[in-house]
């Protein structure tokens, strides 16, 4: 065994190891191709930077295809983002032409590579047409669908469904989010990766230099978001919040660490309003990242007392998913992919309005034992639940099965 | 304990996981859970009452079934939820069976309360249904003395795959150890008369130990 699977077997057990090298011993030398629209920030893009060695590591010939595009390509696919989470937008023709158009210069420079590939998987709508552009595919084609598309907005979804109903599944985080589509629509939901940078453990005078670097006060509490300045993530909630609890702890200090993923326009507006909306409470920080700022969003997390997500929409929450693992508690929106990890009053509490996240940021200040036992609970359901090597056993598993029916 | 049939095969243990698949079935009241379980997929059924028991769990399972958690958490209905609870899919060799009392019960129901409470978005019942995905362990045994001292460091997986899955299916265990002739009866009766329905898995893993421990020591005396 590798060093590499070593490492991943001292973290989550002899077994998760022995079964992904089970399943990927008849993948050894297939060809392998996962394609997104972007290479940094979000959520995607982390998890394929730790899956695609993995599985390249397990003998599977992985590579990592990032579409592009112009301004007007992702005005439209961040519209079609929100109108897969409910947003009731209206799409010109315009857009949707340059979405066409793109996807169209992409197959081309692509189309070798992904009609050659035994094994694809398309992340998310950006890329979602380039099946119906390879028609000499020869592989199996899969479509992953990250967001939380319990209740898409149906024209948008009516012309982004001539894309996908082709592929040969595709899958979710959640039964809430699956459609009708004349293919099997597996569950998944998608993981941390515990050797990251995000997710390492780091030393302790790695931890502590973040107080002096954010300027932040080691003997008063810290809460923290972590997220894209995002509508869906309700930042300008997650300050009332704090706001609230501030009344009562005054001492309470908040953190929103965010940063921009190159596929969304919109970040500037939010961050704006965020800014607005804090005034000039020296206690607000509101920190700006780079996309590889990933050790420093690891300590913050760790000097934290308590973690939000507040989404009002939200596929997964890798955010929720990393705390945890940092064995804090989160305190997250009663929403989408925050529900299958946040299990009320066990590894946080699900909240639906500024008030409850204030309500209970205070009840577990007040109650340190309570908020270290939760954060327990929560690293260990991480540790069962949302690693890196169940999510990697998940779709292998996927494209075995997708194999063995093409036998029968 | 030499076998009395020359032939006896090893026994391969297995490890399983499973993976869930939407069947885009859902039911937002108890009319509509009733409407859909006339005609849903009976593996979606099975997957309700057993796959509970591989998913991650902080305290003790209060209902046994999916059916009967989403009864409680949901539509607050306790009543229907101990009834729905008590349905134990191991009595019903026919599915259809299973599935025909479960809309008995939830008929009943329907028929005492006329009003129908509707969950919010997000808690409805999600119909699923799952592959299982089996692994192979590498512990092959050739005589139950060797399963008794493997049982206690068995996955979960291991276990809901010998003692749920197969058992539903083909109960490999109880018909290997059937092969071990009238000596090992007494152990195959007792583990095939094994209802794993209420236990958890880690219970159901101690409660198997306790069998083959009991067994063999009192083989030994």
């Known amino acids: 065994m590798s060093d590499l699977l070593h490492a991943y077997a001292r973290v989550a057990g002899n077994d998760a190891v022995d079964h992904l090298q089970q399943l990927s011993a008849p993948l050894k030398g297939a060809k392998f191709v996962h394609v997104n629209s972007t290479r940094v920030g979000g959520g995607v893009a982390e998890i394929l930077m730790k899956m695609v060695p993995l599985m390249n590591e397990l003998g599977i010939d992985t590579s990592w295809e990032v579409i592009s595009g112009e301004d007007k390509f992702y005005q439209c696919t961040k519209s079609m983002h929100n109108a897969l989470q409910g947003d009731p937008v209206h799409i010109s023709e315009d857009l949707l032409k340059a979405y066409e158009e793109t996807n169209s210069k992409n197959a081309d420079i692509l189309r070798p590579i992904l009609e050659d590939a035994d094994y694809v998987i398309i992340h998310d709508l950006q890329p979602a047409p380039l099946l119906t552009l390879c028609p000499n595919r020869k592989g199996k084609w899969v479509w992953r669908c990250h967001i939380d598309a319990s209740k898409p907005h149906p024209p948008v979804w009516n012309y982004l469904s001539q894309y996908v109903k082709d592929y040969d599944a595709s899958f979710f985080s959640l039964a809430d989010f699956a459609q009708q589509l004349p293919h099997t629509q597996y569950l998944i939901p998608p993981s941390i990766d515990p050797l990251s940078d995000k997710n390492m453990d780091l030393d302790q005078t790695e931890i502590e230099s973040t107080y002096e670097e954010f300027d932040l006060d080691r003997k008063r509490p810290i809460m923290l978001q972590v997220s894209r300045y995002d509508r869906f993530k309700d930042p300008l909630g997650v300050i009332d919040a704090y706001k609230l609890t501030k009344q009562s702890v005054p001492e309470i200090q908040l953190v929103l660490a965010g940063g921009g993923a190159t596929d969304d326009p919109e970040g500037e507006e939010v961050l704006r309003e965020v800014r607005d909306a804090a005034g000039d409470d020296p206690d607000i920080h509101i920190l700006l990242l780079p996309p590889d700022a990933h050790k420093t969003i690891n300590a913050l997390q760790r000097i934290s007392d308590i973690v939000l997500q507040k989404s009002l929409k939200e596929g997964f929450g890798l955010t929720v998913t990393e705390a945890m693992w940092k064995g804090k508690p989160v305190i997250g929106g009663n929403t989408g992919g925050i529900r299958l990890q946040v299990i009320n009053h066990h590894t946080g509490f699900l909240v639906d309005t500024p008030e409850g996240a204030a309500l209970r940021i205070q009840q577990l200040l007040s109650d340190p034992e309570k908020l270290k036992e939760m954060g327990r609970k929560a690293k260990e359901y991480v540790r069962n639940n949302f690693l890196m090597t169940r999510h990697l056993r998940e779709i292998l598993s996927l494209f075995t099965i997708l194999d063995n029916q093409s036998k029968t | ?221």
């Not at chain 2, 006329?114 to 192979?136: A, L, P, Y």
């Not at chain 2, 306790?210 to 063999?216: E, H, R």
């Open chain 2, 1 to 221: 304990m030499p076998p009395k049939n020359e032939n006896i095969q090893t026994f391969n243990i297995k490890d399983c996981a499973i993976l869930n698949m939407a069947t885009g079935v859902r039911a937002k009241n108890l009319k509509e859970l009733r409407d859909q379980l006339l005609t849903i997929h009976p593996e979606s059924i099975l997957y309700h009452f057993w796959a509970k028991k591989l998913r991650s769990s902080f305290e003790e399972p209060e209902y046994n079934n999916d059916f009967a958690s989403w009864t409680y958490s949901n539509l607050h209905d306790i009543k229907l939820a101990e009834r729905l609870s008590l349905i134990n899919p191991g009595m019903f060799s026919d599915i259809e069976d299973l599935r025909r009392k479960l809309i008995e019960v939830v008929e009943l129901s329907l028929e005492e309360n006329k009003s129908s409470i509707n969950t919010k978005e997000g808690e409805q019942f999600q119909f699923i249904r799952s592959e299982i995905v089996v692994f192979d362990t590498k512990h092959t045994i050739s005589k139950p003395e060797e399963l008794m001292e493997l049982l206690p460091n068995l996955s979960l997986g291991s276990i809901y795959f010998h003692f749920i899955d197969s058992k539903i299916r083909s109960d490999d265990i109880s018909s290997w150890l059937s092969l071990f002739g009238d000596e090992d009866k007494g152990l195959t009766q007792q583990i095939s008369k094994l209802d794993p329905y209420f236990f958890t898995l880690s219970e159901l893993r101690i409660k198997v130990s306790q069998i083959f421990k009991g067994y063999f020591e009192g083989v030994k005396k």
